[in-house]
Every structure is written in structure tokens, then in C-alpha cells.
């Protein structure tokens, strides 16, 4: 059986439309029904032209027209004959580049996650970047006493940043170039705050820590001005995580990581195995069913998925808005 859905096509550089388009079984895969879409950080670069090199998370090739989507959730609407993990009316989370701008989308098995018990479906959805920011606050070793830099405030930033101050750290800080996300990361319970077009992060962390520098910094802003920063002001010995995806060279001022011996710790949920991923799910949603991490308060707009228009215009030009959804 096919299903007819509209699906988002990205046709160049600033012009996404809706479609119509036919799904088409194949015996591997499931058609799930969409029950909200997020906007990436990733599918903003898309939207503005830069496409980034091909992963295996991508069911279509980087380049133009590209049919964009990844962040979304719902309903299994039909199964292939060879699938047996997933049955007709199974919630799920997608985690793959589907076309997931749509009503209806195609997915492997493998590309899919269930929804775990108690998580309400507007936040499973959100699942695959909320897992993804998760997964770096659970990884990144901070511990009890740290001094702990986030740098930028978007939605991973803000997660990660929550999950430093959980997880015992002493001193949290983040650090981006709008107001409007400090603003939120203060609510959150960040306790400092760092403009960085006002001011030097650097000098800052390294007067909090009386010169020694910052036990562990988090790179989720993805600038060369982002990673030379940070390669500055972590401590002798810190922990430098990396979490942001730079899709173009920078050029970086690396001496640091050798004279001071920094750790590296790359936290990038999706791009070990999905083996790896299928088991730490689980593990990175139970704080937010427990309520442990607040993410509905940076959920910050809403559009109908007819809005995409208009929904990616916001996310081109307010930066305060965080996640963007869109709603069949
Ligand atoms: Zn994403």
C-alpha cells in the first residue's frame, strides 16, 4: 500500500516548499505518521546553502534540491514484510534524514528508536536532538566541583549546561552572543553568563578560577572564534568535549591542546554505531521523563507544517528562537 503525504523540498538556498509526494514500503522499512517536527541547527546551514559532506544518517545526497527533515516522531502506519521489531500503531522516534518534513515518512528499521515509557509524545519527538545533548552532558565527565564552560546557548548548549549544574558541578557557565538565550540559561539555573561581542570569556574563566582555567568546556556554538576560545581557557589538563559539527575548515590555534595536555572527548551520539545509540537512548530521555532537565522551556515557537515557509524564515533571522516545531 502507498501513502500520499506533502513532504518539504529544499530547492535552493532560502526556498523550501511542501510537495506532494508517495511513500512506497520497501520490505526493510516502516511509513511512520508525523506527530510533531523540530528545526535543526543543521537544517538551518542547510536552508542557507551550506550543504555539509555526506553521513550515513542521509537517505538523500547533500546537494540541491534536497529533501530536508530529521527531527521528528510518531505513529507506525505500515511495516515491510521482512520487518519484526516495529507493528502498525508503535510510537517511535526517528533518528535519520527521511524527509521528515512531512506527514507521512519512510524510515529503516534501524533509523528508528522506540518512545520509552512515560514520555509524553510532544517531547519524543524532539527525541533525536534531546538524546543528542543528553548524551554529551552525560559523557562529558564533569564532576562534582568543576568549573564547567558551555559555549552556545541553543538548545544542546542550554541541555548541556542543565546537565553540568545536575551532575554536581560547582560553577556553570554559558557563554553566546545573544541576550536573549543568556536570559534562558540564567532561568535554567546557569550561574554565569557570558556576552561574548561584551566580553573576553577567556579573562573571565580565568579570573573565576584564580588563573587556573575551567575544569571542562563544552563546544556547542561551532566557530573558529568557539574553539579558540575554548582551547584558551580550559585549565592544565581540562577536558575539551566536542559536540558541535563544523562543516567548513577553521582555522584554530592548537598549541594549548599539546603544551597543556588537554583531554578530548568527542560526544556525538549519532555518528558512533546505532547499536551504540539504540542502547544510550533509553538512558538519555529518563532525566527528562523524570523532570530533571526542563526542555519544554526551550521550545519557543510553534508553526503548522503548511507555516514551513515562515517557520524557517524565523529560524533564519531570530537566533533567540531555539526549537522551532512544526505540526502536521
Ligand atoms: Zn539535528
Redesign the pocket.
Known amino acids: 500500500m502507498a501513502v500520499i503525504t506533502r513532504a518539504a523540498l529544499l530547492k535552493g538556498p532560502y526556498d523550501i516548499d511542501l510537495i506532494e509526494k508517495k511513500l512506497v514500503c520497501g520490505d526493510d522499512e516502516v511509513i511512520v505518521k508525523n506527530h510533531l517536527m523540530?528545526i535543526?541547527?543543521?537544517?538551518k546551514l542547510f536552508y542557507r546553502g551550506k550543504l555539509p559532506p555526506k553521513t550515513a544518517e542521509f537517505r538523500h545526497p547533500p546537494k540541491f534540491p534536497f529533501p530536508l527533515g530529521?527531527?521528528s516522531g510518531g505513529t507506525v502506519v505500515e511495516v515491510g514484510l521482512k520487518v519484526s521489531e516495529y507493528q502498525v500503531g508503535d510510537k517511535v522516534i526517528a533518528f535519520g534524514w527521511n524527509n521528515n518534513y512531512a506527514d507521512y515518512f519512510l524510515s529503516k528499521t534501524w533509523q528508528l528508536q522506540p518512545v520509552p515509557k512515560g514520555l509524553e509524545m510532544d517531547l519524543a519527538c524532539l527525541g533525536?536532538?534531546i538524546s543528542?545533548a543528553m548524551y554529551s552532558g552525560l559523557n562529558s565527565q564533569v564532576q562534582l566541583g568543576d568549573t564547567v564552560v558551555i559555549m552556545g546557548g541553543g538548545f544542546a548548549g542550554q541541555i548541556i549546561a542543565q546537565c553540568s549544574k545536575a551532575k554536581g558541578a560547582h560553577k556553570v557557565i554559558v557563554v553566546d552572543t545573544l541576550e536573549g538565550k543568556l536570559k534562558i540559561a540564567k532561568k535554567l539555573g546557569t550561574d554565569i553568563t557570558i556576552n561574548i561581542t561584551k566580553e573576553d570569556p577567556v579573562a573571565i574563566v580565568k579570573e573565576l578560577t584564580g588563573g587556573i582555567g575551567a575544569d571542562v568546556v563544552v563546544e556547542a556554538a561551532g566557530s573558529a572564534d568557539s574553539f579558540n576560545a575554548a582551547s584558551e581557557m580550559i585549565r592544565h589538563n581540562g577536558k575539551f568535549v566536542f559536540y558541535s559539527w563544523v562543516t567548513e575548515p577553521i582555522t584554530l590555534n592548537i598549541s594549548r591542546w599539546h603544551d597543556d595536555g588537554l583531554q578530548f572527548i568527542n560526544t556525538c551520539l549519532?555518528h558512533h554505531t546505532w547499536q551504540e545509540r539504540f542502547v544510550w537512548t533509553p538512558e538519555t530521555l529518563r532525566p527528562v521523563i523524570t523532570g530533571q532537565v526542563d526542555i519544554k522551556s526551550l521550545v519557543t515557537n510553534e508553526f503548522k507544517l503548511e507555516q514551513i515557509k515562515e517557520a524557517f524564515e524565523l529560524a533564519d533571522n531570530d537566533d533567540t528562537a531555539i526549537k522551532i516545531t512544526l505540526r502536521p
Open positions: 523540530g535543526c541547527g543543521s537544517d530529521h527531527e533525536e536532538p543528542c549519532v
